[in-house]
């Protein structure tokens, strides 16, 4: 059988397939230190779960509006309004399975065949798959270690073309943990107001963040015309399985990203949209206990790398993963990956799982206990003597 060429444009998300042969490892027997996958372990606070719940019973068990329920994209609007400073009706909101809808579809609506996106490299492996996808051409964007993976207008400028169509930016960053400041932001917007560019503005992370506040550049003049504000419930509230995220952009393309909506899934999951006010309103005592947590957890993650022999790793500002650099233990990051799995029973991702530029680095999510992440240390610091003496 012969499949369509597309499919050999679409890429994948290794973490995905790390913890599936992690999975395989356990069921033998082999005990795993799971540092793969990006998730907060907690449970979905009960005031949501209760939302729910109380909607399935109320009868919200079929099909709404491809864009959401009126009531939910109403509350997303007024919560973005006083969240990130900035002004949106409900007529800019769409409500989406998780926030990835949001990502592809905003690429399918924008992106011509030949159009170029400037994209982080390092970056979440999922821009680069929608963008080629659509027939896109991926621009990378390096993010170097020495910048603490930031970023500016200078480094953009550059890569601007008369193809350039739209422009990724993912603060906080995921898998690096690094934040845009906002002068950042400021310059940023400043180069590509006046030109014909989507900016897609990824802030899944943005209440996973340990200083200051988060901004948007959607914030800065003339941006909301032209920035796609993709945000969702799964890393905030721990809602990850739930499927719930949402994007807010302008209505002539909200009314593009619905219809492909109509096309692939129809709507959200009803009862689940209905606990989304519940969240974005109610007390947020545990969005910051679970952050409170993560603080922890990067402490003793960061400490505990920069302890090994020839492991340096910068301090993420937020999200939770940490991005070291292992080029002293003189493996490819990918043999790296597997290596640590099959010999140490440690998971997690090769630097290269989010683009060529993640070569040299691993990617730990910290997303598990302080106890967890201490086996996990001691784990990876046993590996890496051995591999460090090999490699002398
Ligand atoms: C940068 C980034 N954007 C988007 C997503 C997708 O989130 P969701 O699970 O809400 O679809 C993720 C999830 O890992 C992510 O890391």
Redesign the pocket.
Known sequence: MRYAERMNQLGT?T?FEVLAKARALEAKGKTIVHLEI??PDFDTPATIRAAAIRAIEEGFTHYGPSAGLPEVREAIAGYISKDRGLPVTMDQVVV????????TFAVLACVDPGDEVIVPNP??P??ESAVRFAGGTVVNLPLREDRDFRFGAADIEPLLTKKTKMLIL?SP???TGSVLAPKDLDEIAALVRGRDIFVLS?E??SKILYDGTHETIATRPDMAERTIL?D????TYA??GW???YGVMNPTLAKHVARLATNVYSCATSFVQRAAPTALNGPQDDVHAMLAEFRKRREVILEGLNAIPGVRCRKPAG?FYVFPNVTALGMKSNQVQEALLEEAGVAALSGTAFGSNGEGYVRFSYANSIENIQEGLRRFEAFAQNHAKVAR
């Open positions: 998300e973490a990006g998730e989406t399975p998780g926030g990835k809808p949001v990502l970056g979440f999922i821009y993912n960053h995921n898998p990824d899944i992370y993709l969702g419930f799964s890393k809602m990850t499927r719930l995220g999200a």
